[in-house]
């Protein structure tokens, strides 16, 4: 069954730091999505892209986020100096109409 | 997007069927209700979508009223495995990020 690929699993910054989070979407869809969760919270949305740009943001996603899709197959987001409170699972996510979203099973950022 | 309303919590033997209600009264025609999980520390997961049809696939089956005000979930042979906060929505557009709510608890007892 196809699935989407996040990579580091876990991944530990310095506040700070720039990260950057990796996702491999399934291949033929063609809605993007980051989503977080805090631990011990909802999964929270961030951002969705599609057709190559941002189709909608939460008031999460403000100026230290930003995503790329930079070779038709990876789906990154960035966050540009990460602070104590950016610790969370982020989920990386794709769909195609009409079915659901298939999720990735998460990076871990640790921001210490 | 409709709003829905679900138990906070349900509890379901090993083997049964576990039948988890949503309420969406106020679903317009060409809303899909749509239901996902989260098992704890995994990503979520699509379970099942439909618009006024039953349906059925390898994971549930999932009744929607002939009103379409409110539908059921229903794991026909509940798993330890499958204890976990389930998610039912109803989005004007599926397209747009999901907010999750609250769900219903399902805890499987051996």
Same mark, same amino acid.
């Given at each position: 069954?196809?699935?989407?690929?996040?990579?580091?699993?876990?991944?530990?910054?310095?506040?700070?730091?720039?990260?950057?989070?990796?996702?491999?979407?399934?291949?033929?869809?063609?809605?993007?999505?980051?989503?977080?969760?805090?631990?011990?919270?909802?999964?929270?949305?961030?951002?969705?892209?599609?057709?190559?740009?941002?189709?909608?943001?939460?008031?999460?996603?403000?100026?230290?986020?930003?995503?790329?899709?930079? #070779?038709?197959?990876?789906?990154?987001?960035?966050?540009?100096?990460?602070?104590?409170? #950016?610790?969370?699972?982020?989920?990386?996510?794709?769909?195609?109409?009409?079915?659901?979203?298939?999720?990735?099973?998460?990076?871990?950022?640790?921001?210490? | 997007?409709?709003?829905?309303?679900?138990?906070?919590?349900?509890?379901?033997?090993?083997?049964?069927?576990?039948?988890?209600?949503?309420?969406?009264? &106020?679903?317009?025609?060409?809303?899909?209700?749509?239901?996902?999980?989260?098992?704890?520390?995994?990503?979520?997961?699509?379970?099942?979508?439909?618009?006024?049809?039953?349906?059925?696939?390898?994971?549930?089956?999932?009744?929607?009223?002939?009103?379409?005000?409110?539908? &059921?979930?229903?794991?026909?042979?509940? &798993?330890?495995?499958?204890?976990?906060?389930?998610?039912?929505?109803?989005?004007?557009?599926?397209?747009?990020?999901?907010?999750?709510?609250?769900?219903?608890?399902?805890?499987?007892?051996?």
């Amino acid at each position: 069954e196809p699935e989407v690929t996040q990579t580091p699993s876990h991944q530990v910054t310095q506040m700070g730091q720039e990260v950057i989070l990796r996702c491999v979407p399934i291949s033929n869809h063609l809605y993007f999505y980051w989503y977080r969760q805090i631990l011990g919270q909802k999964v929270e949305f961030l951002v969705s892209f599609y057709n190559n740009e941002i189709s909608e943001k939460s008031e999460i996603f403000d100026d230290q986020f930003s995503v790329e899709r930079p #070779d038709g197959s990876n789906f990154t987001l960035k966050i540009r100096s990460t602070k104590l409170e #950016d610790s969370a699972m982020y989920f990386c996510a794709s769909r195609t109409d009409p079915y659901g979203y298939t999720f990735g099973s998460g990076t871990r950022l640790t921001v210490v | 997007d409709a709003k829905t309303t679900q138990p906070p919590s349900m509890d379901c033997a090993e083997g049964r069927a576990a039948n988890l209600p949503c309420n969406h009264s &106020t679903i317009s025609g060409n809303e899909y209700v749509y239901w996902y999980r989260q098992i704890h520390s995994q990503g979520p997961q699509y379970i099942i979508h439909g618009l006024k049809n039953n349906e059925t696939n390898e994971m549930a089956s999932l009744i929607i009223t002939e009103d379409r005000k409110s539908s &059921t979930l229903i794991l026909p042979h509940a &798993t330890l495995r499958d204890t976990a906060v389930y998610y039912c929505r109803a989005p004007q557009r599926e397209a747009d990020g999901l907010t999750f709510g609250k769900g219903t608890h399902l805890i499987i007892q051996p």
